[in-house]
């Protein structure tokens, strides 16, 4: 699909032009509008028989309307909230509608949108994301039919610069998040550490990102024993991430984001069960949505310092594998026991978070696919995270409300903390109580953050895949990048 924001031209023809029907409620009357003012004159009857109701995502298709040099008319429901998260998903229903029509170009008016430029914003993601799929693999492609690629023009009487800014900063946002996916889509064999890591370095070519890559030798001279002790049961070489963009004075402290990359996650010598273990190579999305954060900064060209740091690894059984009861040391010193070889990710990310820690960060957050509790608490609809900065909280409230990605603040007390102490080690990592198995894994996640540095943890394990029946912009099965806008939109606080 290509998309482009352009001035509305008299004559210009497409094969189906987009315009979008609102709703006003008033007490128990709804009343519809169709934003377009000739077309709402001709489709006036669909509305008074409530063909036409303007219920989000709803998508009306008007064939042989041949209007000014436009064969058909479909008209997308943008409901009764001009928010851009409703903006966004009217955007994904056109983009679905469209590609299931014999078509080749399509017209949206975008004049008639609520909210200005960040209408055109939201719009444009919604397309780009909701035009995403996964079929490289497949010996016959999903879009075998289509004999040219559908080319949308947003048109406004305007297109001015607000507007100009707010199309080239939603398709980069979405283009990046669309990036992530394939990287989370992409099976175990095909993505390995190696794979993702290589994928990161050729990804960043033409920005000002520096990415280092270290392989298995080096990870276990820098002391990182939580990701060496996982990476013993593989036979893929770990490889630790480290991108870097400068994009303000080197004075200004930079803001650290850290992303959990376990390739593939059989659980260990603690086996998972045998149902539904081909979604484990999900459990690096951490690390490729903090990937494609690091790679919208950078092509935003945002005025802030940022680093992104992905320990990646499978977590495998063979004889070199880590035992239950087994002893291992962390960067910054600390010593672990592994009482259960499938809570690895935590292990990976306590050497991430004290490599963080050591470049004084202003910031320091991380993504992770780490606990199954957090899909208990939350289902698919929420991303947890977990902070004591009361400040930092309400930072990323904002920044989730800019986005549109939904998150919810979850508890984090010097309780959860004692749970975590070790028997033979200082930690474990597991709790020795029952329940709030999500709190207890950050509360070990935040032992390798130092002491006054805000950081927060986001468990992605509910939302980074499988929220097509949420998200008409995502797939029904395949990853959903979350959290790569909000994270954009937090780096924007620090500018």
Not at 254 to 281: H, Q
Not at 433 to 460: C, M, N, R, Y
Request: glycine share 10%; aromatic share 6%.
């Amino acid at each position: 699909m290509k998309i482009e924001l352009k001035k509305s031209q008299n004559g210009a023809s497409a094969d189906v032009m987009v315009v979008f029907a609102s709703q006003t409620k008033k007490g128990k009357d709804t009343t519809t509008k169709i934003s377009h003012t000739e077309i709402s004159k001709m489709l006036g009857g669909s509305v008074a028989d409530k063909s036409i109701t303007g219920k989000a995502k709803e998508t009306v298709l008007f064939r042989e309307m041949n209007y000014a040099g436009v064969r058909h008319v479909l008209v997308v429901g943008a409901g009764s909230s001009s928010d851009s998260e409703t903006i966004r998903q009217a955007g994904a229903a056109a983009q679905k509608a469209l590609a299931g029509l014999k078509i080749t170009t399509a017209m949206v008016d975008v004049d008639g949108l609520p909210g200005g430029a960040s209408s055109v914003g939201a719009l444009t993601e919604g397309m780009i994301l909701a035009s995403y799929k996964f079929d490289e693999l497949k010996s016959k492609k999903d879009d075998k039919k289509e004999t040219k690629e559908l080319a949308i023009s947003l048109v406004s009487k305007k297109a001015d610069a607000a507007q100009k800014k707010a199309f080239e900063q939603a398709v980069i946002l979405a283009e990046t998040v669309n990036f992530s996916r394939r990287l989370g889509d992409m099976p175990g064999n095909l993505m390995t550490p190696t794979i993702l890591a290589n994928s990161a370095v050729e990804a960043v070519k033409g920005t000002k990102i520096k990415v280092t890559v270290w392989d298995r030798a080096r990870i276990k001279k820098e002391n990182m024993g939580g990701l060496y002790g996982v990476a013993q049961g593989s036979d893929q070489e770990p490889r630790f991430i480290i991108m870097e963009y400068k994009g303000a004075a080197a004075s200004k402290k930079p803001v650290v984001f850290v992303g959990k990359g376990l390739t593939f996650d059989c659980g260990g010598v603690s086996i998972k069960p045998g149902a539904g273990m081909e979604e484990m190579k999900y459990d690096m999305c951490g690390g490729a949505n903090v990937i494609g954060a690091m790679l919208a900064i950078a092509k935003l060209k945002l005025k802030v310092n940022v680093y992104a740091l992905i320990p990646s690894t499978e977590n495998m059984v063979n004889g070199s594998a880590t035992k239950p009861g087994d002893v291992h040391v962390a960067r910054n010193g600390k010593s672990f026991e592994i009482n259960n070889t499938d809570a690895e990710g935590r292990l990976i990310l306590s050497d991430a978070l004290s490599y963080g820690s050591e470049l004084k960060p202003q910031l320091m957050v991380d993504a992770a696919t780490l606990t199954g509790a957090m899909v208990v608490a939350l289902g698919n609809i929420h991303t947890g995270f977990f902070t004591r900065d009361q400040k930092l909280a309400g930072k990323i409230e904002r920044a989730a409300q800019a986005s549109g990605e939904l998150v919810w603040g979850m508890p984090l007390v010097d309780h959860h903390a004692e749970d975590m102490k070790g028997t033979y080690a200082d930690l474990s990592n597991i709790s020795s109580g029952k329940g709030a198995g999500s709190a207890t894994a950050a509360a070990f996640l935040e032992q390798f953050v130092d002491e006054g540095i805000p950081w927060a943890h986001f468990d992605i394990a509910g939302t980074a895949w499988s929220v097509g029946n949420r998200l008409n912009y995502c797939s029904a099965k395949g990853a959903s990048g979350a959290m790569v806008r909000t994270f954009v939109e937090l780096a924007k606080q620090y500018e």
